[in-house]
């Protein structure tokens, strides 16, 4: 149904280039401005194990709280070099469906399977995640966590709609996909003014389904999202020759995300890139 191409080891490397030049772009502006940041997920393991990139990744991921994530955002209107970065968010870019932002390299393009026909602007990018408060109580913790999904799928729809290879769930997308993205992005921002991250334990990125489950050696342990301490009591680590900003306690993280043996590299038939890309165009040299 969709072409999907692979990316060679010569221009995986010169993508990771145009990353890191993003990242530290983005810990440039942070450092300038005081707003706190971290790596997070494989760039965190990568940071941590490798020292930069897991030789098989192809990304980078960062994360705030929500209140340094929109201390960002304002920031990045005049601080940004747009010359060179697009900070893209939904109030940037009317097209883009994710309630999380995204520095994208102009002169780039970079496609995701299913995403061909998005109204959304599209290169090589960094991901940022902002992080919000979790309600406490049982009953408040599924409604937040349903509504969450409900905003997700909602968002995906268009993609769903081409992607699924059951018949009725690509109707049931098809049939999503004309409730209007303003609905779910109200909806997350009404659920990010309620439970404030700022007297929260534990945080949440609402955009993304990982931070429901967290995992321990192959067992799931809890559903409560990550310590909020990981964005705030922070180190530098080197990554790929530099130095930024990581949890202090990275053990904690990196168990909960990847289980006690996280250092231990996984088969080798599980070292590939977990992104599958119908188009991509970089930077010439």
């Not at 999380?100 to 940022?128: A, N, P, S």
């Not at 990125?205 to 922070?234: A, P, V, Y």
């Amino acid at each position: 149904m969709f072409q999907e191409i692979e990316i060679n080891q010569q221009d995986l490397k010169k993508m990771k280039r145009i990353e890191l030049e993003m990242l530290v772009e983005l810990d440039r502006i942070c450092r300038k401005h005081e707003i706190k940041y971290n790596l997070c997920a494989g760039t965190l393991l990568g940071a941590v194990r490798h020292k930069g990139f897991i030789p098989w990744d192809d990304d980078i991921d960062v994360r705030m709280l929500r209140s340094e994530y929109k201390r960002f955002c304002e920031v990045c209107k005049t601080e940004l070099d747009h010359t060179r970065f697009f900070w893209q968010t939904h109030d940037t870019d009317p097209g883009y469906r994710w309630e999380f932002g995204r520095m994208l390299r102009k002169g780039t393009e970079y496609v995701r399977v299913g995403q061909e026909t998005l109204k959304q602007k599209t290169g090589v990018f960094i991901d940022v995640f902002p992080s919000d408060g979790i309600p406490t109580k049982l009953i408040s913790k599924k409604i937040y966590y349903k509504t969450a999904f409900v905003c997700r799928k909602i968002l995906w729809s268009p993609v769903g709609a081409r992607l699924c290879e059951k018949r009725w769930q690509r109707i049931g997308f098809r049939l999503l996909s004309f409730l209007p993205a303003k609905l779910p992005f109200f909806l997350f921002d009404s659920l990010a003014s309620r439970y404030d991250e700022r007297g929260a334990e534990r945080v949440c990125c609402m955009g993304l389904k990982s931070d429901k489950n967290i995992f321990n050696d192959g067992e799931k342990i809890q559903k409560f999202g990550l310590k909020r301490e990981w964005h705030t009591d922070l180190i530098e680590l080197e990554f790929e020759g530099h130095l930024f900003w990581a949890p202090k306690d990275y053990d904690g993280w990196l168990v909960e995300a990847f289980g006690s043996r996280y250092m231990e590299l996984p088969p080798v038939e599980k070292r590939k890139i977990h992104h599958t890309v119908s188009s991509y165009k970089l930077l010439e040299e």
